[in-house]
């Protein structure tokens, strides 16, 4: 057991094999840290199930600490919230939230667009600056034509997939060094 946890530290940090995530969880943290998003930004949380749970205590685990979680179910909201140290609303309220947003991570099992181009201008609250949306979503939440109409800095689960394969193919490049 020893020999074995030894190896697994040692292929971990001499080779590259880790260097490159390829989860969706990881893959959208570090695209939204390489926009500079600081930490005390205002984050909405639509959708309270294990993405987004996984997706938001990383966000707290690396220091962001403004959160307000939407989901159908209040209590299910409440359990994330408590565990961020946010706040929870249910679902039907987003659409009177006037407290404005920074990012949106988004994650729900709707098959409908979650955010559509009214509701998205109404989070707006009039301000212009770009956004961050997180959608990780299949189907998407966030409707098409708010990436037409606004400026929104957009992760989606198709770009993510798309870097999660390449990181897959470096890390490929790794077996040999790891055996």
Do not use: W
Request: contains cysteine; positive net charge.
């Amino acid at each position: 057991m020893r020999h074995t946890i030894e190896t697994a530290k040692q292929v971990y940090t001499e080779t590259n094999i880790a260097k490159k995530p390829v989860s969706v969880v990881s893959l959208a943290y570090h695209r939204l840290r390489e926009l500079n998003i600081s930490l005390d930004a205002r984050v909405l949380i639509i959708g309270a199930g294990v993405t987004n749970t996984n997706m938001s205590r990383f966000l707290k685990k690396h220091g962001f600490k403004n959160f307000v979680v939407f989901n159908r179910t209040l209590s299910k909201a409440e359990k994330l919230a408590n565990d961020l140290n946010g706040r929870a609303m249910p679902l039907s309220d987003l659409a009177t939230f006037k407290e404005g947003f920074d990012v949106i991570i988004t994650c729900t099992g709707s098959e409908d667009h979650v955010i559509s181009p009214e509701l998205y201008d109404s989070l707006l609250i009039g301000e212009t600056d770009k956004k961050v949306v997180i959608d990780i979503a299949i189907p998407q939440d966030l409707h098409p034509k708010i990436i037409e109409k606004h400026k929104v800095n957009h992760i989606s689960v198709n770009l993510l997939q798309q870097i999660s394969n390449e990181n897959l193919k470096e890390r490929a490049k790794e077996v040999q060094s790891v055996e």
